[in-house]
């Protein structure tokens, strides 16, 4: 008994000689048993003011950093004087009794959009041996003032930002997935040679900052490692990299998705896989069906011969979502990560698509030529109205659709409407006055994010996440006479247009990809009106006026370039 408390006098007496020391260290840290109450009763910072950091802490960045909802992170590792990393198994490493890291999170918050700290993470090993029994879990909550962080646990969108400190079974349920628990911190992500084609949102590597080649040089680990590359081109690379570091921590034999009836499909990168066929990802999941996903057959389709093939791959739709029941990676994150998207995107349409795929719509042909010829033996273009005959010559100049307006009327009182089925928009342009709202509607069995970024009409805005079976409301804000493209930040092929008018009396015309001919009439408007005006994407806005009994031609140009023409013949009603 008296041998009890004489133990936790000393440590109690070693720990208030930590407190009262302006920098702590690292060594006498490494010896604590139980998580500091403060940030600043750790060894990270050497000054009261919690700015300098230790120099015992090595900087390090992973060439693939973890997603976190778009927060930007620092790292920082301290491994006690005369020890070594046991590298004997190069994808798994074993820690030394002592280790110390260190994650910072930096957040923007709502009300006065600056970047501020929001939580600090902190790992100690603490036991010999390996997993997490041999670790203790430390998670701190800054305090507005930035003057000191807390120890903490499981709260949601702190300090007015987004971010959440996870539990301590989260950080559980992520970290299992490696032998000794540590990840970020392993010879692909440290791989000086790999760097040139890193990926992930975040501050990039800095000189100085720790790499396989610090820790090779200062020799801390047991087993030299050959630097390695991860196999393939630059975009395989940088797709291979992200799936390591972003669903690989879950998805291998260790993870938590093992325990999820999962074992099946393995992300995670050794470094014996010398070519991209031979690794995890294409054995486990390219071109192979979903076993307990149902809602697509795929888990990565190769998509080279349709676009529309991305929407069978559940890797692709899951990463789309923000469902906490349907999302990828499921854990610690509630934004889709568009950058990744892009790049799973790109790889997706480098893959080998089977030939037995049967996709929801047929694939167009190319022509072998771009310029067209017209029909012959036309009819001649008179009849009651307005009647249009437009001409394309080439057929990469014909547009997708063209609206054909009364500008002198200004009574047009729209609410349009656009859906998304089947991975495309329902309408290739839609209407509406400056002012009115648009309906957004999303029937499509995945989420959509759109957005318009029109530079020339400084025209800008973006919706958020539209899940299923959703819909929202934007106002047409813009000035009439200007149409502007909406796309989907999820699904790069999308595209339509919405226009602000004045008119009612208009007309929409759908045009094929290859119908470079086409006629139209238009009636049902006031006699009197003489101004006309059609718009389509890659001519825009075209002026002119016709009177009963008059017949006009309009030349298409692109770059002072003749390309087609319209014919307009006008009569009585």
Known sequence: MLFAVALLLTSFQQFSQAQSQS?????????????????SQTCLYTDANLQQISTQLKKFTPNYQLWSDGSNKSRWIYLPTNTQIDSSNPDRWIFP???????????TTKDT?????????????????YGVDSWMISTYLWNLPQTDAYLSDAKSNVLNTDHDIPSTQDCIDCHK??????????AIQLSDKQARFSFGHGPTRQVNEWTLKSLITHRLLTHPIKMPVLPGTPIEQKALGYLHANCGNCHNKLGYAADKEAQHLKFRHELAFDTVAKTDVYKTAVNQKTQNFTAVPYIVLGAQSEELALYQSALYLRMNSIDENYRMPMLATEKVD???ISLIHQWLTTLPTPD???????QHKQLSATTIKTPKNR??????????????DNSQLIPPVLALYWPEDSSLTASPVMDHKDGHFTEKLILGNKGSHMSLRNSDEVGHTIYVKDKKQKVRWQLNYMPPNSSFEQELFWDNDIFVEIKCRLHLYMSSWVGSISSKYYKIVEIEAQQNYLRFAMS???????????????YGLLETSIEIGEKKSIELKIANRIVGVIRLNRAAQ
């Open 23 to 39: 920098s702590l260290n690292c060594s006498l840290t490494s010896t604590f048993s139980n998580a500091p109450k403060q940030l």
């Open 97 to 107: 009794v002592g280790t110390q890291i260190f994650k910072e999170f930096r957040q």
């Open 113 to 129: 959009h600056r970047e501020i700290k929001v939580e600090t993470r902190h790992l100690q090993k603490i036991k010999p041996g």
């Open 177 to 186: 997935g490696n032998k000794d628990f540590i990840l970020g911190f392993e």
């Open 338 to 340: 568009y950058q990744a």
């Open 356 to 362: 037995h795929v049967i996709f929801h719509k047929s």
């Open 379 to 392: 009819e001649p273009l008179t009849g009651p109205g307005l009647q249009v005959e437009i001409r394309f």
């Open 524 to 538: 049902s408007y006031p006699e009197h009106f003489k101004k006309i005006k059609i718009w389509m994407p890659k």
